[in-house]
T-cell receptor, first 110, second 116 residues
């Protein structure tokens, strides 16, 4: 089965950089997703990592180490609108379902 | 087509009543998923359809829950004899299963169920 661990809450200052970590245990690896979810809204896709290394996409980057079962999401130049929950998720074989972590609630303060 | 749609967005019902939710996926997405999310938790997988076939069903889905996707397009999720513990956000997601973005699940806005 899948097991995902990420911090429950984080606080960071507007304009700063924050790193949200995720560790996972999975039987068979098929990539790792990061989703953003604002309160009361549906999750929206941020990134999908299959290979080791850092993938950059504007202010957001995602890193993966398959050997360590570890990923992080890096948010640069934080804006108030980045206040949201960030969900780490791993699909099972055949992408038939995705197991989500509990999410990290990020609060950006002025 | 602007994305996955769900109806209704909110539902309040009394314990013991039946409720049905609808999900319309992105056109030509052959994979459809239902998830349930409670406050402070990530979405939990409930069931998965490939076209009209229901290929996987979570043990979370008791016999009071049933889902269909009769023509391989929209799907319905029915909860019979609702209980207060069923109160949650019910999310639907779809993905194309092939081509660009095949691994990404696109979520609808969800149906928030409150059982009194």
């Amino acid at each position: 089965g899948q097991n995902i661990d990420q911090p429950t809450e984080m606080t960071a200052t507007e304009g700063a950089i924050v790193q949200i970590n995720c560790t996972y245990q999975t039987s068979g690896f098929n990539g790792l997703f990061w989703y953003q979810q604002h309160a009361g809204e549906a999750p929206t896709f941020l990134s999908y990592n299959v290979l080791d290394g850092l993938e950059e996409k504007g202010r957001f980057s995602s890193f993966l180490s398959r050997s360590k079962g570890y990923s992080y999401l890096l948010l640069k130049e934080l804006q108030m609108k980045d206040s949201a929950s960030y969900l780490c998720a791993v699909p099972s074989g055949g992408y038939q379902k995705v197991t989500f972590g509990t999410g990290t609630k990020l609060q950006v303060i002025p | 087509d602007t994305g996955v749609s769900q109806d209704p967005r909110h539902k309040i019902t009394k314990r013991g009543q039946n409720v049905t939710f609808r999900c319309d996926p992105i056109s030509e997405h052959n994979r459809l998923y239902w998830y349930r999310q409670t406050l402070g938790q990530g979405p939990e997988f409930l069931t998965y359809f490939q076209n009209e076939a229901q290929l996987e069903k979570s043990r979370l889905l008791s016999d009071r829950f049933s889902a269909e996707r009769p023509k391989g397009s929209f799907s319905t999720l029915e909860i019979q004899r609702t209980e207060q513990g069923d109160s949650a956000m019910y999310l639907c997601a779809s993905n194309p299963g092939q081509g660009a973005g095949r691994d990404t699940q696109y979520f609808g806005p969800g149906t928030r169920l409150t059982v009194l």
